[in-house]
């Protein structure tokens, strides 16, 4: 949905990443990689959205950081809109909370891409993850999302293999919560 009302695929890209979990961070070069974009696309765009003041800006030893600006007008409004695109904030409530030792989520494929689609691909890294708890908990979501989701569930070595030339973005990190307190930096 938002790839039709935004038509730059790398604008859509930092919207997802810095309005979907509250407090996400980034810098150009890790956005650069993230995204599988050139440094130029990014910047641009980091640019436009800065200046509109939709994103905020400041230096962490020499790495400029941006995040998404809580107090513009349009954060709640911005954050809503993807939260309901995305569907990610019910698909995490129901997948994260028992299902074993899940270190970290990742959204890839076209979400990841900033184009939106009928299908989720999640992946999960951890250990000795419950997958027939995980399929109880995916149908239900799906249903409430009205989005079909497909997942992989990897382990670290697997994992950088995968994620080698694929567009992704980290949704969940354990120890970190989907709120204000809490940060997801790449």
């Not at 698909?91 to 994260?96: I, N, P, T």
């Not at 970290?104 to 299908?119: K, L, R």
């Not at 569930?153 to 994620?163: A, C, K, N, R, Y």
Request: charged share 25%; aromatic share 8%; hydrophobic share 40%.
């Amino acid at each position: 949905m938002l790839d039709v009302i935004i038509s730059s695929k790398t604008r859509v890209k930092l919207l997802i990443k810095f309005f979907l979990i509250k407090g996400s961070k980034g810098y150009l070069r890790g956005l650069e990689k993230e995204f599988n974009e050139t440094s130029n696309a990014v910047r641009v765009e980091l640019n436009r959205l800065t200046k509109a003041g939709l994103l905020k800006s400041g230096f962490e030893g020499k790495r400029k950081i941006y995040q998404a600006n809580p107090d513009h007008p349009l954060y709640n409004d911005i954050t809503h809109l993807v939260h309901t695109t995305v569907g990610i904030d019910h698909l995490a409530e129901r997948v994260v909370g028992k299902i074993g030792s899940l270190e970290e989520a990742y959204v890839t494929g076209s979400f990841a891409s900033g184009v939106d689609s009928d299908t989720i691909e999640l992946v999960l890294m951890g250990s000795e993850l419950d997958t027939g708890y995980i399929d109880r908990l995916i149908k239900v979501a799906e249903m409430i999302i009205c989005r079909k989701i497909m997942y992989l569930s990897l382990t670290q070595d697997q994992m950088e293999h995968f994620f080698k030339d694929r567009p992704h973005l980290l949704i969940w990190k354990a120890g970190q919560k989907n709120d204000p307190e809490n940060t997801v930096k790449t």
